[in-house]
């Protein structure tokens, strides 16, 4: 097997998303330490992670294009500064007005990071194209699985509550080294290897009839809805899990808080089970599957949330088939049809994402309560999953077959 020059390069893009796995919810977990910090209540310090989806969303698209454009390299340099900043920062912080730029500036690494990390890990690993960008959901797991660790075992030992953020700001600088040198594929290149590559398949598939070309409105409409509807379906029930399980299960406050538990370890074995068949499979043939699964498992939650066994049980199935990666795999099929433009189509696949965690609370709040949340969920699970339908249609269509 002929080694992958790229590893050392994969490995450091991986943790920078370790990293960013810990700054998705380090102000959360040291929220006491750092109200004391701004001068403010938990309440009001948690208040500024909101500040992270707007940073995300203002940069998210134009970074996307930008990054076909001049390479990966400089996207993923950028969003470890800015995580750098956001890290630092918090640090030396004294006010929540500073907080929430800083806040911001987290949201707008993250979005760097995503338009310069999705698309190199595709070019680095084409043959595993999906495995490779779901990998980066254990990372993000593994991080925020040990993060309370972390922080539970400094406040025992009366340590400074910094050292947590010290720690993943000291990674990022390790990686921002390594990124001086550290090598990437060359984008163009390979975008216009896969260009070929497609054209010969629907050379090859079309015979005498005439090749069906990939089309930017249609294919990028469902793509665009599916990166919608990904995210508004496991942020609607990984929001409201514990809640759901009191209500409307009525259990008791352990076992509605271990639903969440049970769903994190879904995410986890999926992460996991997609790794072990990637090879084996195309991802277009994993998405349907996964969104189908992901139905069934909400609807059964919606229609039998009598059993507290069944409930945990469905809570895996919910983590496993809508949060453990299908949103990765979605975004793996859409860039097999826009080869060209990888870091657009994670711009625009993640704005829609991002778009979608702005009014999925808004669609919460306005529904009487959490039967109707759920049902609700049923139904975007259900359109998840036609839609999912429709894109492994074009995609035979395009270019032939759905088996690897």
């Not at 987290?106 to 990390?117: K, Q």
């Not at 993000?140 to 050292?163: M, R």
């Not at 594929?185 to 009839?209: L, R």
């Not at 409201?240 to 879904?266: C, F, P």
Request: aromatic share 14%; glycine share 10%.
């Amino acid at each position: 097997m002929k080694k992958n020059k790229y590893m050392m390069t994969a490995f450091m893009l991986y943790m920078n998303y370790f990293v960013h796995g810990m700054g998705v919810i380090i102000i959360s977990q040291n929220a006491s330490s750092l109200a004391q910090q701004w001068g403010t209540t938990t309440t009001g310090a948690i208040a500024v992670v909101s500040s992270l989806g707007i940073g995300r969303i203002i940069n998210l698209l134009i970074s996307g294009i930008l990054s076909d454009k001049f390479g990966r390299k400089p996207f993923v340099q950028l969003g470890i500064v800015f995580y750098l900043v956001f890290f630092v920062g918090l640090l030396f912080s004294k006010s929540v007005t500073v907080a929430y730029i800083l806040g911001i500036c987290a949201g707008m690494a993250n979005s760097f990071l995503d338009t310069g990390t999705y698309p190199a890990l595709m070019e680095i690993f084409p043959a595993a194209k999906g495995t490779s960008n779901v990998v980066l959901k254990a990372f993000i797991s593994g991080a925020q699985f040990l993060l309370p660790f972390i922080v539970s075992g400094l406040a025992a030992a009366h340590a400074w509550y910094g050292w947590s953020i010290v720690i993943p700001a000291a990674i990022l600088v390790i990686t921002f080294i390594y990124f001086l040198k550290g090598a990437f594929p060359d984008s163009k290149a390979v975008a216009e290897a896969e260009e070929k590559k497609a054209a010969e398949a629907e050379a090859a598939a079309a015979g005498d009839k005439p090749a069906v070309e990939s089309n930017k409105w249609v294919d990028g409409t469902l793509f665009i809805l599916y990166g919608y509807i990904s995210q508004a379906t496991f942020y609607m029930v990984s929001q409201m899990l514990t809640q759901y399980g009191q209500q409307i299960s009525h259990m008791n406050d352990g076992a509605a808080h271990a639903l969440v538990s049970w769903y994190s370890l879904g995410s986890i074995c999926c992460v996991l089970f997609t790794a072990v068949i990637g090879s084996k499979f195309k991802e277009v043939q994993l998405v349907p599957i996964y969104t189908l699964g992901a139905f069934i498992a909400i609807f059964l939650m919606w229609a039998y949330p009598a059993s507290a066994v069944l409930m945990a049980a469905l809570a895996f199935a919910v983590g496993f088939f809508a949060a453990g990666g299908v949103m990765q795999l979605g975004l793996t099929v859409m860039a097999d049809f826009f080869p060209a433009g990888k870091g657009t189509v994670t711009g625009f696949f993640y704005t829609a994402g991002s778009i979608a965690s702005f009014t999925i609370p808004l669609v919460i709040n306005a529904l009487p309560g959490m039967r109707e949340v759920m049902f609700f969920d049923v139904i975007v699970a259900l359109l998840g999953f036609v839609d999912t339908t429709i894109i492994a249609i074009r995609y035979k269509k395009l270019f032939g077959s759905l088996k690897k």
